[in-house]
């Protein structure tokens, strides 16, 4: 039944770790993304795939890599993790890219000690 | 200047009472704009949608757009505690991407 499903929901890792989350939705929707939510609540995307494709990368380190194998899944991998990395991420999507309105993940905290 | 400004709160309503939400944004040519509930610990979740100046209504919400102003506003009628959340507000913009506020936290009393 979930729309967009995200895991892991909790991620406690050692600073310098490699990890990933998995996002999947079955909404039939063409575009998805990742949004990072800091401890300000404060929601900024990070990239956004439409149909497998890139098309929105913001200002994010090298060791953030997205992956889309199908419009149906986006992965999101991180290397060397850093404390400030702590926060937040979502995955969600939306029918097509532009103006919709988007459906959200539950959203994996990932804390980095 | 921020893409999409609100007043971060808390805003305090008695129960019952309107609850009146703020936001400005920046870029003159956005297209479309939206108003997300996030309660605690949870993910947000798309409650009005709103893309021509005027007023649009959906049960006790009431999203309000002034292009020409720059402004959005949700007005939430008879709150209710169920309503504290934080509200966020979204806008599409010419950058192809949709710019979130930082959020209002509503608080509704007893």
């Known amino acids: 039944d979930t729309a967009v499903s995200q895991t892991p929901k909790y991620l406690v890792t050692q600073m310098g770790n490699d990890k990933s989350i998995k996002c999947e939705q079955n909404l039939g929707h063409d575009t998805m993304y990742w949004y990072k939510q800091d401890s300000k609540k404060f929601l900024k995307i990070m990239f956004s795939?439409?149909?497998?494709?890139?098309?929105i990368n913001e200002t994010v380190p090298n060791r953030f890599s997205p992956k889309s194998p199908d419009k149906a899944h986006l992965n999101l991998h991180i290397n060397s993790l850093e404390l400030g990395d702590s926060a937040v991420y979502f995955c969600a999507s939306s029918l097509r890219a532009g103006n919709y309105g988007y459906t959200f993940g539950s959203g994996t905290r990932l804390t980095v000690v | 200047q921020k893409e999409v400004e609100q007043n971060s709160g808390p805003l305090s309503v008695p129960e019952g009472a309107i609850a009146s939400l703020n936001c400005t944004y920046s870029?003159?040519?956005?297209?479309?704009f939206f108003w997300y509930r996030q309660y605690s610990g949870k993910s947000p979740e798309l409650i009005m949608s709103i893309y021509s100046n005027g007023d649009k209504e959906d049960g006790r919400f009431t999203a309000q757009l002034n292009k020409a102003s720059q402004y959005v506003s949700l007005l939430i009628r008879d709150s209710q505690p169920s309503d504290s959340a934080t509200y966020l507000c979204?806008?599409?913009?010419?950058?192809?991407?949709?710019?979130f506020g930082t959020g209002t936290r509503l608080q509704v009393t007893l």
């Open positions: 979204a806008v599409f913009g010419t950058a192809s991407k949709l710019t």
């Open positions: 870029d003159r040519v956005s297209q479309s």
């Open positions: 795939y439409n149909n497998k494709e890139l098309i």
